[in-house]
T-cell receptor, first 113, second 114 residues
Framework: GQQLNQSPQSMFIQEGEDVSMNCTSSSIFNTWLWYKQDPGEGPVLLIALYKAGELTSNGRLTAQFGITRKDSFLNISASIPSDVGIYFCAGLDRGGSNYKLTFGKGTLLTVNP | NAGVTQTPKFQVLKTGQSMTLQCAQDMNHNSMYWYRQDPGMGLRLIYYSASEGTTDKGEVPNGYNVSRLNKREFSLRLESAAPSQTSVYFC?????????????FGQGTRLTVV
């Protein structure tokens, strides 16, 4: 089946630094999603991408849908302590009227104040 | 708009007990999922339901059964709980939301098996 490789697995950064993480797939996705999971909570959708090459921002977060449709990138600028959490990428694949979700393993972000 | 609702939020079971985790979504999504998340690990797919009446095994289905009762509800059953099933369980649904394909999660069920 489809697999997503998300990297890095974990990051330790200082407050104010920029962060980059990415996700690559063995096959094409038509939709890429990025989620953040705070400790003790469920994943929350941050950004959705629908077109190859698309660049979408949500505050300090920017995500890109790779032109090959097999990868996606998430950048966080000027990190703050509340950015701490696990970030997941996901590909959403359409089969008829159904959509199937495939997740990356997550990137654990730690921000030192 | 409630999104994806899971019950219960917390549960402690004794080894060998059975229980059902409930999940309901109000977004008219066709697809629903059950994941488990162990400490320091990512989300592992237990079962997936592409549409009402269909279910498929995921990465870690052993020890679990599911039931897609209707389009809204997807339940996960542990027939004989084991300590290895101590985990946080998440339900998710995917489909078109105001025209755009999206997926959302519930808040999770923290299960401890002693």
């Amino acid at each position: 089946g489809q697999q997503l490789n998300q990297s890095p697995q974990s990051m330790f950064i200082q407050e104010g630094e920029d962060v980059s993480m990415n996700c690559t797939s063995s096959s094409i996705f038509n939709t890429w999603l990025w989620y953040k999971q705070d400790p003790g909570e469920g994943p929350v959708l941050l950004i959705a991408l629908y077109k190859a090459g698309e660049l979408t921002s949500n505050g300090r977060l920017t995500a890109q849908f790779g032109i090959t449709r097999k990868d996606s990138f998430l950048n966080i600028s000027a990190s703050i302590p509340s950015d701490v959490g696990i970030y997941f990428c996901a590909g959403l694949d359409r089969g008829g009227s159904n959509y199937k979700l495939t997740f990356g393993k997550g990137t654990l972000l730690t921000v030192n104040p | 708009n409630a999104g994806v609702t899971q019950t219960p939020k917390f549960q402690v079971l004794k080894t060998g007990q059975s229980m059902t985790l409930q999940c309901a979504q109000d977004m008219n999504h066709n697809s629903m999922y059950w994941y488990r998340q162990d400490p320091g690990m990512g989300l592992r797919l237990i079962y997936y339901s592409a549409s009402e009446g269909t279910t498929d095994k995921g990465e870690v289905p052993n020890g679990y059964n599911v039931s897609r009762l209707n389009k809204r509800e997807f339940s996960l059953r542990l027939e004989s709980a084991a300590p290895s099933q101590t985990s946080v369980y998440f339900c998710a649904s995917s489909g078109r939301d105001r025209g755009a394909p999206l997926a959302f999660f519930g808040q999770g069920t923290r299960l401890t098996v002693v």
